[in-house]
């Protein structure tokens, strides 16, 4: 079992940045890949980023359009999502995703959920 607990989120306004967090515990937690997938309301999931179990190898989503930057600490067992230049299209809830399927978690489906967490663009 993988717990995700996240942190971060909330309103932004137009040039603002955002962090988002993932902290991940479990017995194995380093085996699995993890990243963030969103889901705005009424619409379907989308991939944002994923980043390997080494934390060497990264993967964005066509969302990310390269404003975001992922990061992971295993010495910690977290996981950072930074997003700039947010535009309103960004809002949505972002969850946290573990998964040993590297495929999965680009495919915005996952073994392990985070709770989400709200992104709200206040212009």
């Known amino acids: 079992q993988v717990q995700l607990t996240q942190s971060g989120g909330g309103s932004v306004q137009s040039g603002e940045s955002m962090r988002l967090t993932c902290t991940a515990a479990?017995?194995?937690?380093?085996?699995?890949?993890m990243g963030w997938i969103r889901q705005a309301e009424g619409e379907e999931r989308e991939f944002v980023a994923a980043i390997d179990w080494t934390g060497f190898v990264r993967r964005y989503g066509t969302v990310a359009d390269g404003r975001f930057l992922i990061f992971r600490d295993n010495t910690k067992n977290t996981m950072d999502l930074w997003m700039y230049n947010l535009t309103p299209e960004d809002t949505a809830t972002y969850y946290c995703?573990?998964?040993?399927?590297?495929?999965?978690?680009?495919?915005?489906?996952?073994?392990?959920w985070g709770r989400g967490t709200q992104v709200t663009f206040s212009p």
């Open positions: 995703a573990a998964a040993k399927d590297w495929k999965e978690l680009q495919e915005s489906r996952a073994e392990y």
């Open positions: 479990g017995a194995t937690v380093n085996d699995y890949h």
